[in-house]
């Protein structure tokens, strides 16, 4: 049984009889998945140092290699692909195929320090950018291991008009996957670290409030477990959809409601990285687990990427 109900909201979601099925496999540690409109998924394999791309005619297929170990990805207010990169402590736009054309860095330094390694990555309706800043891409494997050269790992937002990165927070130990509300009043923000989930409102000029925790013991917060709070998306109707434990099995994708409960857990074989809605009606949920790219289909649609809201 992949689907595990705590509350009966989650079967509204989801059915309690849907199933994960393997898209692809055979890869090192999967990550950031972002759907195109034209009718594939992009997603990483970011300790391989290649970002592929998946589609229902042709299956799985390299696009980039290497790939600078490429992290969470998205689509900007124009529709093209936005990567963090854990080689290059950068924050990137490029073509919207993957493949590496156009390249463009928007973020590398914070006051004249190289940035740690950007790792996730979400976009407003207005153009603005916000992405998180954990030391992951400085770990063997993960990135290049190297000296750290800022003190903090920050949040941090990139204005419609460009300039340097705004430091809008700086008090995570490992802040990783981020995502809106519906209406973009709230970020929500987690942090590894800490295996929770932090909600912020969302200012006229972009800033964010300190936050308050939302969801707390989501995993041991221990990179080596695999049972942590890492990618997370919302859907249409606000509820929040993030990585960490499972139930029998030790992994999972957890469902966190707008108020903080714990509507139920999809379980899945192996480690997760990071989830992904797509689809022809927003209602695939791609998880990207160690080595195998699954589908889950569900009956409530995802919250759409800028660009297409």
């Known amino acids: 049984m992949a689907v595990r109900a705590n509350a009966p909201a989650m079967l509204e979601l989801v059915a309690e009889d849907a199933e994960l099925e393997e898209l692809g496999a055979g890869f090192v ?76 860095v928007l973020a590398s330094h914070y006051e004249g320090k190289e940035l740690n390694s950007p790792n996730d990555v979400v976009v407003k309706r207005d153009g603005s950018i916000y992405f998180t800043d954990p030391t992951y891409g400085r770990m063997p494997g993960f990135g290049v291991e190297r000296e750290q050269e800022l003190s903090i790992q920050g949040v941090y937002r990139i204005a419609p008009d460009r300039g340097e990165p705004q430091l809008l927070i700086d008090d995570f130990q490992q802040p990783n996957g981020l995502c809106f509300s519906p209406d973009e009043a709230k970020l929500y923000i987690n942090d590894t670290g800490r295996a929770h989930i932090r909600e912020f409102q969302v200012a006229g000029d972009g800033t964010i409030d300190r936050g308050r925790a939302l969801a707390e013991g989501l995993g041991s917060g221990d990179l080596d477990v695999g049972d942590l709070v890492d990618g997370m998306k919302c859907d249409e109707r606000g509820n929040i959809w993030v990585t960490g434990p499972g139930v029998e099995s030790t992994y999972g994708v957890l469902v966190i409601s707008p108020q903080g409960e714990h509507l139920g857990t999809i379980d899945v074989p192996e480690g997760v990285g990071n989830i992904g809605w797509g689809g022809p009606d927003w209602k695939w949920l791609f998880v990207c687990a160690c080595t195998r790219l699954w589908r889950i289909i569900c009956r409530v649609s995802g919250n759409r990427v800028s660009y297409m809201r």
């Open 29 to 104: 540690f999967t990550e950031g998945p972002i759907w195109n409109p034209d009718g594939f998924l992009l997603f990483s394999d970011m300790p391989g140092d290649t970002r592929r791309r998946w589609d229902e005619r042709s299956g799985v297929a390299e696009v980039a290699s290497p790939s600078n170990k490429g992290n969470g990805m998205t689509l900007d207010a124009h529709g093209r692909l936005l990567v963090c990169e854990h080689v290059t402590s950068s924050l990137v736009r490029m073509d919207p195929d993957g493949s590496g054309a156009n390249r463009e």
